[in-house]
C-alpha cells in the first residue's frame, strides 16, 4: 500500500523557517520524482517545488525560490522542504506527491503529473 506522509507543519513567525518531511512506503522511492504542493483556504493547489529520482535536478516556483530548498534521502525513503525567511502568504497546507517521470521539466510543475499524495501538513506563518 502506497503512502506518503508529512509531517512538520505548524505555526512559524514571518522570517522564520520550518522544515517538513515527507516519508514514503509502498513504493520504489528512489525511481519517483517527488513534489511539493500548497493550498491555501479558498486556492487551487500551488506548486511549490519538485526534485527529481536522482536528488540531482530541482525546480522552485518564483514565489520560493531562494527560500525554500527541497532535498531526499532515497536510503531512507523521505523527502524534506527546508523553508526559510517565511511570510504570512506562504501559509497552507503543504503536500508532497510522487510522480513517475524520469526529467522534472516540462511537467513537474503539474498536480496531474502525480501519480501518488500524501495528505498534507498545515503552515501557518503569523506576521
Known amino acids: 500500500q502506497v503512502r506518503l506522509v508529512e509531517s512538520g507543519g505548524g505555526l512559524a513567525q514571518a522570517g522564520g523557517s520550518l522544515r517538513l518531511s515527507c516519508a514514503a512506503t509502498?513504493?520504489?522511492?528512489?525511481?519517483?520524482?517527488m513534489g511539493w504542493f500548497r493550498q491555501a483556504p479558498g486556492k487551487e493547489r500551488q506548486f511549490v517545488g519538485v526534485?527529481?529520482?536522482?536528488?540531482?535536478?530541482?525546480w522552485y516556483a518564483d514565489s520560493v525560490k531562494g527560500r525554500f530548498t527541497i532535498s531526499r534521502d532515497n536510503a531512507k525513503s523521505t523527502v524534506d522542504l527546508q523553508m526559510n525567511r517565511l511570510s504570512p502568504e506562504d501559509s497552507a497546507d503543504y503536500y508532497c506527491?510522487?510522480?513517475?517521470?524520469?526529467?522534472?521539466?516540462?511537467?513537474?510543475?503539474?498536480?496531474?503529473?502525480?501519480?501518488?499524495w500524501g495528505q498534507g501538513t498545515r503552515v501557518t506563518v503569523s506576521s
Open positions: 506527491a510522487a510522480a513517475a517521470l524520469a526529467k522534472i521539466r516540462p511537467r513537474g510543475d503539474a498536480s496531474g503529473t502525480y501519480d501518488y
Open positions: 509502498g513504493f520504489t522511492f528512489s525511481d519517483y520524482t
Open positions: 526534485i527529481d529520482y536522482t536528488g540531482g535536478d530541482t
